[in-house]
């Protein structure tokens, strides 16, 4: 198993003039942990069961840029692009862009998007549910035809682009692996089957069950279950003089029982940086294997 920190909070104790510099480090620290990625939050503004509505924020790709140049080896996402707050076209350059400058280590990932306080505040797209599933999958669609040698016109219910043209392509080879984000039973999880190569899932309860439909979806479309990379967020709280790590590590052998390949998440006191060197030594190497 694959350890992945979400870095989804910038309120950090140095202010934003510290920002650059304790960032950098954040994911520096976390590479050198062994965490297989990092990724940030596709949010402008703060979410609340993560803290305030107006604690500090970064937008996500410029984020992503900057931590390309600070880094050597993770692999760098958006957990999850909100699929409407970027044109398709645009978003597949961003992506490859991103592929190019980090050296192959982009991920797309891409959800409906949820945040509606949020997008109408800033005057961003927010369509209906269903609309933002269609646009979802068009732009599934244009990324992986830009993400090829096609370069021909894609006409669909609400995305015209003339020329898919795009170079440079990126470097990963056959395309930036694509997670989708979220979980319904009738249009994510098809979704992932038709176009994804990893999903993102709740630890919870339900998990069994959303992987048995993903199953039965990769089944209809003539996918390959074993090949799709399963995620779940998780939670990584060590606790006061690590009593957590324990816990942990068995919570995490679970999931692998279950064939989950990457838990992915916040760091509680990821900017004090010893929680992610005490992942590092105790509980990456300890599921390394599983």
Known sequence: MKLGLDISEFAWPGGSERLRADLATVARTAEDAGFDRISVMDHLWQVDHIGARDDSMLEAYTTLGFLAGRT?????????????????????????????????RAMLGVGAAWFE??????????????????????????????????????????????????????????????????????????????????????????????LRVLREHCAREGTDYDAIEKTVLFNFDVGHRKRNVGA?????GGLADRGIGVAHGRVVGVAGLTPLETLGDEVIPAVAEL
Request: charged share 25%; hydrophobic share 40%; proline share 8%.
């Open 248 to 252: 942990i590590i068995d919570a995490l």
């Open 117 to 210: 306080e949020e997008a109408r505040g800033l005057g961003l797209p927010f369509p209906p549910v269903a609309e933002r599933f269609e646009r979802l999958e068009e732009t599934l669609q244009i990324c992986r035809r830009m993400w090829s040698d096609d370069a021909a016109a894609f006409e669909g219910a609400h995305y015209r682009l003339e020329r898919t043209l795009n170079v440079p392509q990126p470097l990963t080879e056959p395309h930036p692996p694509i997670l989708i984000g979220g979980e319904g039973e009738k249009r994510t999880l098809r979704l992932v089957a038709k176009y994804g190569q990893s999903c993102n899932l709740q630890p919870g309860p339900e998990l069994d069950r959303k």
């Open 72 to 104: 050597s080896r993770v692999r760098l996402l958006a957990l999850v692009t909100g699929v409407v707050y970027r044109e398709p076209g645009l978003l597949a350059k961003i992506v490859s862009t991103l592929d190019v400058l980090s050296a192959g």
